[in-house]
């Protein structure tokens, strides 16, 4: 009995040994699936950043076609731009000497008003000048035709008298 129980200790040993062995087989083999996962995680986050980068390089390539579109654009809107400052620049001239010329024109057509006035005013002195002369002249002609009819009365009297007194005598 002995016999079968130091066999039976040596099986289990022998048994545990084995079993030993198989756990460390398993842990190393859990070990090493733990590294695989993690090989495997991290080639596919090197999968996905491959693939985010495709997308991102395809995004950037995008961006760089749309500055080259907007910066093609925006030359062609800096010569409008340019094109509608030139011409507003120009018309901003015009009206300048535009309006330069008419301030002369209002400035020599004041002018010729305030001479004109004077004029006006120097013909209404010599009018009423003339009026007055006038208005003298024509009392004076008043006060001599008063003056001949009267004369002419009083020779019309003396005549009358004469002729009285050439019948009386």
């Known amino acids: 009995m002995e016999a079968d129980v130091s066999e039976m200790r040596n099986e289990l040993q022998s048994r545990d040994g084995l079993w030993r062995r198989i756990q460390l087989e398993c842990q190393k083999l859990y070990t090493e699936l733990l590294k695989i996962k993690e ?3 991290m080639q596919e986050i090197q999968i996905k950043h491959q693939s985010s980068c495709v997308q991102l390089t395809e995004q950037l390539e995008n961006k760089n076609t749309e500055f080259l579109l907007f910066a093609e654009s925006e030359e062609h809107q800096e010569e409008e731009l340019n094109k509608i400052r030139n ?4 018309e901003e001239q015009s009206h300048c000497c535009e309006q330069e ?3 002369t024109e209002i400035s020599d057509l004041t002018e010729e008003l305030h001479q004109k006035e004077i004029t006006i005013a120097t013909i209404m002195e ?5 009026e007055r002369q006038l208005k003298m002249e024509l009392e004076t ?3 001599l ?3 001949q009819q009267l004369l002419e009365f009083r020779y ?3 005549k009358s008298e004469n002729t009285h007194l050439k019948e009386m005598v």
Do not use: C, E, P
């Open 39 to 41: 090989y495997k995680d």
């Open 87 to 90: 011409h507003v620049y120009r």
């Open 101 to 103: 010329r008419m301030k």
């Open 126 to 130: 010599k009018a009423s000048l003339l």
């Open 141 to 143: 002609k008043h006060k």
């Open 145 to 147: 035709l008063t003056k």
């Open 156 to 158: 019309q009297v003396i």
